[in-house]
């Protein structure tokens, strides 16, 4: 027994001679391969601060990376300015000249009726999916000729002259519920109005579970109330709850309709974002170079 405690106790011992030699080869071989640069473990060790680098070795990744994310917003906001759906038509800003009738689509409600074809495809579907939550509408107007528009602001002049209003007066008032030809968003078919029942007025329309539907959902298919409550100032028109605009995308619409907005302050917003991302944008390049 004594025997064999003395050959356990040599052996361990060994054995820890061995481990002390093993670690400080390492410990030994680490300096001098950290120490240098070629080496694997030198290049893991090495310091960063380095002086031999050239300017180009030290343009941080992030601005990069900032100038491109800065170039896609502005690219976004100009595809979106540049959309024909986003155009705004008044008496300052009336259809051009050479303005070309746009591709129109019968709308199965009422085919005397016309829109847009992309927009009366979306306008077909919200109708199809207001119908199917059990509610009933009527167009009552949609794509107007010039020749269709300049009735329609007669119309509207001659009532007001019977209602006893001067001349003067009557085409004031008739400006702010129709456009003159040239001047109306119907002759580019993307305006679209309706209701629950023709002899309705604008408060009782209001008042309808309809109204409330297509105050809730009506942007899921890209259009947006074009005369909205409050913005008289901007539009230039009397509110309305029967008149709809296609603005071209659902997020578009969805924006306009959770903000609150007019299609001319829309335009503004997305006019304002794009200079804000192109100033920065300058900014950011005139810092790089």
Known sequence: MHRNSSLN????????ICVI??????????????????????????????????????????DTVQLEQLQAEVDKYTQIMSSPYLMVVNSEQPLPEDYE???LNELSANPSMELDEVAATQIERFFADAQAAGYKYVITGAYRTAAAQTEAYNTALQANLRAGYTTAEAEALASKSVAKAGESEYQTGLIISFTENRSMTAEEFMQTDFY??????????????????NKEAITGYSPSPFVYRYVGDVESATYIHQNGLSLEEYNDYISQQKAFAEQRLSSLKSGNS
């Open 9 to 16: 106790f040599r052996n361990l011992y060994i054995v820890f």
């Open 212 to 229: 409330k539907y297509v105050s809730e959902n009506i942007h899921k298919y890209g259009f947006v109330q074009r005369y909205p409550t």
């Open 21 to 62: 030699c093993l670690l400080s080869g390492i410990l030994f071989s680490s300096f001098f391969l950290i120490g240098n640069p070629d080496t694997v473990l030198g290049g893991l060790f090495a310091r960063t601060d380095r002086t031999d680098k050239t300017p180009d070795d030290v343009t941080p990744v992030t």
């Open 101 to 103: 009738k746009p591709n």
